[in-house]
């Protein structure tokens, strides 16, 4: 994966995000389904930032930025802020 594809992936997921508020702010609200969407969509990005970290991390190192992993949402979740 190179970082023209996470910022891809960060792209659709912030769209998806965004669809789902608009339609929330129609007076429908969000149901069940769509609030724990949005829960997941708020993981899967703060995984692919820490990703696009990750790799900008190894590239200032002089490492290869192709071997960084996603961490799980479980680690990256736990960070302080």
């Known amino acids: 994966m190179i970082d023209g594809d996470i ?3 960060i792209n659709a997921l912030s769209d998806e995000e965004e669809r789902l508020w608009e339609h929330a702010g129609d007076g429908h609200g969000l149901t069940a389904d769509e609030h724990d969407r949005l829960a997941t969509i708020k993981v899967e990005l703060d995984r692919c930032y820490d990703l696009l ?3 900008d991390a190894r590239r200032s190192a002089g490492l290869d930025p192709r071997e960084a992993q996603p961490r799980p949402e479980d680690v990256v979740e ?3 802020q």
């Open 78 to 80: 736990s960070y302080e």
């Open 53 to 55: 970290h990750q790799r």
């Open 7 to 9: 910022f891809g992936r």
